[in-house]
């Protein structure tokens, strides 16, 4: 007996979103397929498990072809074997890239070596994100940063052009490549409340007003390293501190503009000179490599867990910073003022990014 049948032929590569999540998440074919019953496909669909598991194994063989793709995006865009949209491919190479904030806030300003990796299995634990998962997004930081360190130009350009990332992605692969240069510490128990997002709002601001390329576009590395050459001026800020004169019109200026404008004006008055001590001293000791690395911690101890102590909100210390900054520039006898600014503007910023009521 004939039997007639509709056949329709295409190479257009199906991919489930659902299942590249549960793929990228590290979950095996049987986790997997659990999960998705587990949703409630199999009374949405009428598939029988048996389906539902060819379906999932499927998907899980496409995924692992992709990789290698995947690995370096444009390749991906490029390729024929594998047939998707571009809507498809973005989504793709966007979601491979993308991380987990407990994973990255582990890792953030560690090495990216094999020591690193082998630590992974902790990280696992301790995130509860599983190991599999934990092994692609560091692999994918490494990938990264291995392919722009020594290249030329903005940072989150060449991210973006040889990854193939969002804006905001590629802005994020650049804090992470920038603390991984520069091994700042991230991890001590004092700056676990601090967010991945309020460290990477600060490397932009080092990146863009520390670095070499923040002064000279045409240098090699220019926005990885900081300017060796500006770290090494910042020792002359510490005639503000030094010089009992100007610490004393320093403080006298500052307190004049802030009388009945901050909740802390006492306190403030008070602690003027140890508050104006630890941010000069700060810059001045930046010309070390171990108080590069320190930066964040010192800014915690040095300066907002003593303005915390006395009740200081973040408009108070916004007001401080502001009128910390400014009044120096009238000092006629200080004469470093476009080094204080590029020094304090950055300060600032980072410190009331950090600065959480």
Known sequence: MAVELDVFVGNTTLIDKDVYRLWLDGYSVSDAVAMRIESGILEQTG???????SDTMDHYRTFQMLERLLHSPPKLIN????QTPPSMQSMLIEKYYTFDEPFVREVLGKKLSKGTKKDLDDVSAKTAITLKSCRRQFDNFKRVFKLVEEMKGPLVENIQQNFLLSDQLAGDYAAVVFFANNRFETGKKKLQNLTFADFAHCAEQLIHNWTLGAVDSNVDDMDVDLDREFLQDLKDLKVLISDKDLLDQHKSLVCTVLR?????????EANFKNLSRALVNIAAKLIHTKDVRDFFIDLVEKFIEPCKSDRWSSNDVSLFLTQYTNAARALDAFKHQALWDRYMGTTKSCIMRMYHD
């Open 79 to 82: 390729q024929l074997l594998f």
């Open 260 to 268: 009945g404008k901050v909740s802390v004006f006492n306190e403030m």
């Open 47 to 53: 598939a029988s498990p048996d389906v539902l598991e």
